[in-house]
């Protein structure tokens, strides 16, 4: 079974600019979720979306935002992109497993650096 | 404020020893999970504790989940230089919202 797959793996955008970011979940995933990874502050929840809809929210500005489309995969972007926004974006997916919590199978990442 | 403290942050040992990672919170998490991340790639996770004073082993990994499920703790024997990485504790707060901790980055020396 293919894991989890992110485009671009590495992107280089300008201030002011904004961008777009690709997930594929595992194959029957229905759960995706996407964090920020930066040395600062380590891996910090951005959203998570289930059939279509966003069920969490991380305490990031409005600027950053997403979507899940009907076969589950995702995107999320980040519009004015401020130096600060430079990080690895990371987006797991899981199946709902009740009471064991969430089994997140991670992608790869995308490194964003905003110059 | 960091909901979820591992100690130490770094961790450099020589092949053949122990060591012990800890993460602790005030917070009550219905789940913690431990995940290892190396370089240009995703945390991979490595066993999910739910239940207080649960304890699993995962061949010379085992961990341990507190018994009012605040703290966890990883303990590795005998590490190998294949054991280095970034180690990440993370609580499940709600239905799907991890709460990482910082990380504890260790290396292995041979």
């Known amino acids: 079974k293919a894991g989890v797959t992110q485009t671009p793996r590495y992107l280089i955008k300008t201030r002011g600019q904004q961008v777009t970011l690709s997930c594929s979940p595992i194959s029957g995933h229905r759960s995706v979720s996407w964090y920020q990874q930066t040395p600062g502050q380590g891996l910090q929840f951005l959203f998570e979306y289930f059939s279509e809809t966003q069920r969490n929210k991380g305490n990031f500005p409005g600027r950053f935002s997403g979507r899940q489309f009907s076969n589950s995969r995702s995107e999320m972007n980040v519009s004015t992109l401020e130096l600060g926004d430079s990080a690895l974006y990371l987006c797991?997916?899981?199946?709902?497993?009740?009471?064991?919590?969430?089994?997140?199978?991670f992608g790869p990442g995308t490194r964003l650096t905003v110059t | 404020t960091q909901l979820l403290e591992q100690s130490p942050q770094f961790l450099s040992i020589q092949e053949g020893e122990n060591l012990t990672v800890y993460c602790n919170s005030s917070s009550v998490f219905s789940s913690l999970q431990w995940y290892r991340q190396e370089p240009g790639e995703g945390p991979v996770l490595l066993v999910t504790?739910?239940?207080?004073?649960e304890v699993k082993k995962l061949k010379r990994l085992t961990f341990q989940f507190g018994d009012a499920r605040k703290d966890s703790s990883l303990h590795i024997t005998a590490a190998q230089p294949g054991d280095t990485g970034l180690y990440l504790c993370?609580?499940?707060?709600?239905?799907?919202?991890?709460?990482f901790g910082q990380g504890t980055r260790l290396t292995i020396n041979p």
């Open positions: 797991a997916s899981s199946v709902e497993s009740g009471t064991s919590g969430a089994e997140q199978y």
């Open positions: 504790v739910v239940t207080g004073g």
């Open positions: 993370a609580g499940l707060q709600g239905a799907q919202k991890l709460v």
